[in-house]
């Protein structure tokens, strides 16, 4: 879709720092967990507070190299007070210098790279950038930061990601987008059809590299980054930090500027508990019992397959609950709204499946609920990570039976 960054921000801004919602069931078929057995005492953790210990910034916003127009668009967002992360990489970036940030989601990565980013675009108009994300969520939410902090700008822009027109996507490649966000496997396709020319890409991003690697992306990566202008600043940036991680990075970059943030790790500061229940119709109202307390502002639960997510969210909602579901049975669309509401907090629980829920990043999430188990302990962990974002505090509570 055709944007300039001068138009309003059509997805409206979503309280991300604060909520409160208030919410308001039936025993289903018996399932048991397909996959690899996890002693159910690694559910169970004492956040480590000193993780939410405050950084000192060496900057402010009003300190960096940038145009009027893009500090008065950060001010618009909230943002007084760089993250560490973009306090430490901003300043390299605006050098010229490539940049890998060892960050997750939540630690204000995005703007790390968009606000460099926007700055060259904006003061030299051959350049053009492209930001690679592994899900379509994350590119959308890539798209929407982007959108707002380039706003009057006039800089256009292409969003090239699956389940949205092709139409739509053809007309926007047509104007010359000056930032194309998209993810692996739509933008390999705009090349392969010759609707992508990369030659002028001059800013390339990879966000999330380590779950576009779990994803199976690495091959449609290194053919995209192949195509790429030989004299470009790359952005990488990774939660964790592997053997293969490493060469991808180096192959590509050139005397990069790292940036590690300590707690990257993600379920260090979430307090960790498990729910026994006995059979299904206890488990339920245990479920009840817990989204009706004040502290359980807002809630994703996993439950393990689509139609048990479909059936879980709904029985939320007969019992008045304001429930949300996610899953890839959902048209992109609805995954979008429903999202979209989330964020917003105009529903406070949104029942989801592990694949449904990669890449989202929602702030103010206050607790995660293994509504069924997680199939592996990397998957627990990715699940958990939703929780105590921005250096807070959150909860984890796993269901287990004996
Ligand atoms: P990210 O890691 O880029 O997904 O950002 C996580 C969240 O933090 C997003 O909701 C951002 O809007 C928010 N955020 C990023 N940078 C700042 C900042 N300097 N001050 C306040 N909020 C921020």
Redesign the pocket.
């Known amino acids: 879709m055709s944007y300039t960054f001068r138009s309003n921000n059509k997805f409206g801004a979503s309280k991300?720092f604060s909520t409160n919602g208030r919410r308001n069931n039936q025993s289903r078929g018996s399932r048991r967990p397909m996959g690899q057995y996890i002693d159910p005492a690694r559910f169970v953790k004492t956040a480590n507070l000193t993780l939410a210990e405050e950084y000192v910034p060496r900057h402010s916003f009003t300190d960096f190299a940038i145009s009027q127009g893009l500090k008065d668009n950060l001010a618009t967002?909230?943002?007084?007070?760089?993250?560490p992360i973009?306090d430490q990489a901003i300043p390299a970036a605006l050098k010229g210098q490539d940049v890998i940030g060892i960050a997750s989601?939540?630690?204000?990565?995005?703007?790390a790279f968009a606000v460099p980013i926007i700055q060259k675009l904006t003061t030299d108009n051959t350049s053009a950038a492209l930001i690679i994300a592994p899900t379509r969520e994350l590119a959308q939410?890539i798209e929407q930061?982007c959108r707002e902090l380039g706003k009057g700008s006039g800089l256009s822009g292409a969003l090239l990601i699956g389940g949205s027109s092709m139409g739509t996507q053809l007309r926007d490649l047509k104007y010359n987008p000056r930032i194309v966000i998209g993810t692996p496997g739509r933008t390999k396709d705009h090349i392969e059809r010759g609707t992508l020319k990369l030659q002028k890409f001059n800013l390339v991003v990879l966000d999330e590299v380590d779950r576009m690697l779990d994803m199976g992306f690495i091959h449609d990566v290194t053919t995209i980054l192949d195509e790429l202008s030989e004299n470009r600043q790359s952005f990488f940036f990774s939660a964790t930090m592997d053997v293969k991680i490493r060469n991808l990075i180096s192959r590509f970059t050139k005397d990069p500027f790292t940036v590690t943030l300590k707690s990257s790790g993600g379920s260090e500061n979430v307090h960790q508990n498990v729910v026994r229940y006995a059979g299904n119709s206890d488990r339920m109202e245990k479920l009840h019992n817990i989204l009706l307390k004040e502290e359980v502002e807002k809630v994703i639960v996993f439950d393990e397959t689509q139609r048990n997510v479909e059936r879980l969210s709904n029985e939320l909602l007969q019992r008045g609950f304001s429930a949300g579901a996610i899953h890839g049975g959902k048209t992109q669309g609805h995954r979008e709204r429903a999202l979209s509401r989330f964020k917003k907090s105009e529903v406070t629980i949104l029942v989801a499946t592990d694949v449904a829920a990669r890449g989202i990043?929602v702030?103010d999430i206050t607790h995660v609920i293994n509504f069924s188990l997680p199939k592996g302990y990397d998957d627990y962990i990715h699940r958990i990570g939703r929780a105590g974002?921005?250096g807070r505090i959150g909860h984890a509570l796993t269901f287990i039976t004996d």
């Open positions: 991300r967002k909230g943002y007084e007070i760089p993250s973009q989601t939540g630690t204000g990565k995005t703007a939410q930061e990043d702030v974002r921005a």
